[in-house]
Nanobody, 122 residues
């Protein structure tokens, strides 16, 4: 099982960017999905999460600018980021709780994507 993130890049302040993350492998079910970010010299922080049923949670400072969504059939999660600021510059990581088929049983574990760089600069 793995998570593959994409969509990072360089954007000007006030611009928008959309991140995507796809889970693949022998998946029985994907539970909670979401995004964290880590800026240089800072700890990793929660950006947003979304449950399988679509309930969302956002870091207070990001409400109204970021939107998280998911597609349960495709096992994907996206993060739409609008009105980006230089302080949003960070490596963004997707994460997911995934129940996977093992040889004779199911196993649930937390998985992380490889991280994608978002740089907001003029």
């Amino acid at each position: 099982v793995q998570l593959q993130a994409s969509g990072g890049g360089l954007v000007q302040p006030g611009g928008s960017l959309k991140l995507s993350c796809a889970a693949s492998g022998k998946i029985f079910e994907v539970g909670l999905m979401g995004w964290y970010r880590q800026a240089p010299g800072k700890q990793r922080e929660l950006v947003a999460t979304i449950t399988r049923g679509g309930s969302t949670f956002y870091a207070d400072s990001l409400k109204g600018r970021f939107t998280v969504s998911r597609n349960n059939r495709k096992n994907t999660v996206t993060l739409q980021m609008n009105s980006l600021k230089p302080e949003d510059t960070a490596v963004y990581f997707c994460h997911a709780s995934i129940t996977a088929y093992m040889t004779t049983y199911l196993e649930t574990s937390l998985h992380w994507g490889q991280g994608t760089q978002v740089t907001v600069s003029s």
